[in-house]
């Protein structure tokens, strides 16, 4: 007798048949449809799992959520099944990509808890171990940094039961790249490397030290990604670049994929961090002709939309402004068709967050404020409402930055406080980390525009004692240089020329040492100028002229001869006043023009 599969009411159904059959028949056929229907909820979990590959969330969950259905049909409501853990599972890792973290918790515990008790509490099991790695994952997400180091390390641990604790398998190599994650996360480099190069080591025993494999090729852009938020560029190069060969080894060189695509994208945010854009536009727009090629020209896709967000930061780091928020919104419009118009998804803030920050650039305060508090909104919808997490802390420093720049210093300090308070408990009090550095010196920023200049030290000298500690002592890295322009800007507002100088050439020294002393970059450029400014101050005019112009011709040569920017604008007016001191009026005017009319530009 053919059995036939309905999507109704299945006990019904199945009550109903055993009464109008024999037993026999009955118990052959019961068996032919619960292979049937197991069949058809793994095929619901797999289509899911396409659709969650595909970036189409909300089918996924469909998909996913109609195989536990199924399996609950298929075992019983109260049953303990590691299908039905598994199904959990899926759909934890679809509402992980939607942002939506604690719904995915609650469905990575439901795993948990329902693997434990199929295999035992004290049991030893791969499918635990990876439970385990997923809530380490979220947790990470979260910014729960130690909640997040206590799961990978119980993966961790777990797996190296499971293979044993000299063991070489793929998955213990995963669990030390994860434990790096966070460490890079909490700033801790070393140790991030330190576990990212385990992972690698023992993914080159497993596949062979000759091998191409997609795992190795993820290892080196871990690596790289450290190196890059260390500041050594080149190493960071070196390591994308690897694992981009070896993608191309893997997939084919012609192949279109989403990590060729990402790997095109993690090179091109090493060359915008130097300041070489043209490179950087080139790298992101080989990545969206790659997101276009894999998805489709009218797809709408996360990785598409990521991409227009990181033309449109080249684009606002060059100044031009209007072509930046054209990027943006393209990128944000893309981000809401993908996860819904009144979703809350922490890719959407971030995409307010930087239409926000152009707005800021542009003078526009009350859109940027309006922007960067939808940024806010989100993230705490995202996070929760009461929850400590980096990215509303760089929310509340991002609206303190424009309330400082509108002269609203007690809201700026305010914001920027709340910022600072939060990284603390993100990251621990005591806890030493790039962002609450970033802190400090934002503190210090509105101080020293307060003219509070012996606080704006103490702030600037605690971010910079901080950024050595991240760094190193002897480390070079474009936000200690930074941190040593901060405080020759503040020698310079009290008049203590000799100490302004000092600390101008010295990050001057270390950017160059940064980017390599022959490099065009606009922090090179911003260095010149404000030797320039100092040197003006002191009367010492052929000097300040010779260091204007340096930074002038860099800015020209970084921005373009014929670019409109704002950094080109002020050096023009900057060497107006030059030699407007020395009495060559008819120079000083034609500089001071020169600039005016690229302001007036600009504000067009």
Do not use: W
């Amino acid at each position: 007798m053919e059995v036939e599969f309905f999507c109704g009411d299945f006990e019904q159904s199945i009550k109903t048949f055993k009464a109008n059959c024999g037993a026999d028949i009955f118990d052959k056929s019961a068996q032919d449809l619960i292979k049937s229907i197991s069949g058809i909820a793994s095929s619901y979990n797999f289509i899911g799992s396409v659709y969650n590959d595909m970036g189409e969330c909300s089918k996924a969950l469909e998909y996913h959520k109609k195989g536990l259905e199924m399996n609950l049909v298929l075992y019983g409501s109260d049953a303990v099944h590691e299908d039905i853990a598994n199904s959990y599972t899926n759909i934890g890792v679809v509402y992980k990509k939607m942002s939506e973290y604690s719904n995915s918790l609650d469905y990575y515990m439901k795993g948990l808890e329902m693997q434990l008790t199929v295999y035992g509490s004290d049991a030893v099991h791969p499918d635990i171990a990876r439970s385990y790695n997923n809530i380490g994952t979220v947790h990470s997400d979260m910014g729960e940094y130690s909640k997040a180091l206590e799961f990978h390390r119980k993966s961790l641990q777990m797996r190296q039961a499971v293979y044993g604790s000299d063991a070489v398998h793929a998955h213990i190599a995963s669990s030390y790249t994860n434990i790096g994650i966070v460490y890079s996360s909490m700033s801790e480099y070393s140790k991030a490397l330190q576990f990212y190069r385990k992972g690698l080591e023992m993914e080159l025993a497993v596949y062979g030290s000759d091998a191409v494999h997609a795992d190795i090729a993820n290892s080196y852009t871990s690596i790289g990604n450290v190196y890059s938020s260390m500041g050594e560029y080149s190493k960071a190069l070196e390591s994308y670049k690897k694992g981009l060969e070896m993608r191309l080894a893997v997939y084919g060189s012609d192949a279109v994929h989403a990590d060729i695509a990402s790997s095109h994208t993690n090179i091109g945010g090493v060359y915008s961090a130097m300041g070489e854009y043209s490179r950087a536009l080139e790298c992101y727009r080989k990545s969206l002709e790659i997101g276009l090629a894999a998805y489709g020209s009218g797809a709408v896709h996360a990785d598409i939309a990521s991409s227009y967000n990181n033309i449109g930061t080249v684009y606002s780091d060059m100044g031009e402004y209007r072509k930046a928020l054209e990027y943006y919104r393209k990128g944000l419009k893309m981000q809401l068709a993908v996860y819904g118009s009144d979703a809350v998804h922490a890719d959407i803030a971030s995409s307010y967050t930087n239409i926000g920050n152009v707005y800021s650039n542009m003078g526009e305060y009350s859109k940027a404020l309006e922007y960067y508090r939808k940024g806010s909104e989100i993230e705490q919808a995202v996070y929760g409402s009461d929850a400590v997490h980096a990215h509303i802390a760089s929310s509340h420093t991002n609206i303190g930055s424009v309330y400082s720049k509108m002269g609203e210093y007690s809201k700026a300090l305010e914001h920027n406080r709340k910022g600072l308070e939060m990284q603390l408990a993100v990251y621990g009090s005591d806890a030493v980390h790039a962002n609450i550095a970033s802190s400090y010196n934002n503190i210090g920023n509105v101080y020293s525009s307060m003219g509070e200049y012996s606080k704006a030290l103490e702030y600037y000298r605690k971010g910079l004692e901080m950024r050595q500690a991240v760094y190193g002592s002897d480390a070079v890295h474009a936000d200690i240089a930074g941190s040593y322009n901060n405080i020759g800007s503040v020698y310079s507002n009290m008049g203590e020329y000799t100490k302004a100088l000092e600390h101008y050439r010295k990050g001057l020294e270390m950017r160059q040492a940064v980017y390599g002393s022959d490099t065009v970059h606009a922090g090179i450029a911003s260095s010149y100028t404000n030797i320039g400014n100092v040197y003006s101050s002191m009367g010492e005019y052929s000097k300040a002229l010779e260091y204007h112009r340096k930074g002038l011709e860099m800015k020209l040569a970084v921005h373009g001869s014929d670019a409109v920017h704002p950094h080109i604008a002020g050096s023009y007016i900057k060497m107006g006043k030059v030699y407007y001191y020395i009495g060559e009026y008819s120079k000083a005017m034609e500089y001071y023009m020169k600039g005016l009319e690229m302001v007036s530009c600009l504000r067009q």
